[in-house]
T-cell receptor, first 117, second 115 residues
Framework: NAGVMQNPRHLVRRRGQEARLRCSPM?????VYWYRQLPEEGLKFMVY????????ESGMPKERFSAEFPKEGPSILRIQQVVRGDSAAYFC????FGQGIAKNIQYFGAGTRLSVL | AQTVTQSQPEMSVQEAETVTLSCTYD???????LFWYKQPPSRQMILVIR??????QNATENRFSVNFQKAAKSFSLKISDSQLGDAAMYFC????????????FGTGTRLQVTL
């Protein structure tokens, strides 16, 4: 069973460009979470999605950031008009929820490191 | 809002010795989950151990065990027989039960393992 797959591992963008980060959850998982990790800090929650629904976006910046988890395909975290302050590691996690004792465990991908020049 | 505090930015332990990493949290909920995650230099977040708040028994996973003190809102991680591969950042995390929801992380403790 493949783990949570994130790509790309590293992404370099110039200020003003768009960044698209992809996350494929573990097989059988229908819940996806995005977190951001600034240098020397812990992970901060951004958004929680189920297929075709945003459940909790309380950690998302109000502007330039959006997330989706379509019926088919990976979850996408999109950052428009990137600024240097967006440079961070972005982690995706997935969980099965409702499938017995494992339901509250989030399994993480290896992250995407975004560098904004 | 829930908060998680890790007061030890760095810790060091000799190989084969035991080390304890501290974590305290603040919540008004009575039922929740607590986690320790390990982040090696590869940046992959790896689940080390999980504790359910309604269980009084401390969780254990091989060389890793926790000391869960619910009244004190304390959740420390003990690593026995430390190995070089244990060197990493360790994050304590909290999650409300009920619905699968967001994890709240502490700021981490960097563990060095020396020969």
């Amino acid at each position: 069973n493949a783990g949570v797959m994130q790509n790309p591992r590293h992404l370099v963008r110039r200020r003003g460009q768009e960044a698209r980060l992809r996350c494929s959850p573990m097989k059988g998982h229908s819940h996806v979470y995005w977190y951001r990790q600034l240098p020397e800090e812990g992970l901060k929650f951004m958004v929680y999605l189920q297929k075709e629904n945003i459940i909790d976006e309380s950690g998302m910046p109000k502007e330039r950031f959006s997330a989706e988890f379509p019926k088919e395909g990976p979850s996408i975290l999109r950052i428009q008009q990137v600024v240097r302050g967006d440079s961070a590691a972005y982690f995706c996690a997935s969980s099965p929820f409702g499938q017995g004792i494992a339901k509250n465990i989030q399994y993480f991908g290896a992250g995407t490191r975004l560098s904004v020049l | 809002a829930q908060t998680v505090t890790q007061s030890q930015p760095e810790m060091s332990v000799q190989e084969a010795e035991t080390v304890t990493l501290s974590c305290t949290y603040d919540t008004s909920e009575s039922d929740y989950y607590l986690f320790w995650y390990k982040q090696p230099p590869s940046r992959q977040m790896i689940l080390v151990i999980r504790q359910e708040a309604y269980k009084q028994q401390n969780a254990t996973e091989n060389r890793f065990s926790v000391n869960f003190q619910k009244a004190a809102k304390s959740f420390s991680l003990k690593i026995s027989d430390s190995q070089l591969g244990d060197a990493a950042m360790y994050f304590c995390a909290y999650e409300d039960t009920g619905t699968a929801s967001k994890l709240t992380f502490g700021t981490g403790t960097r563990l060095q393992v020396t020969l």
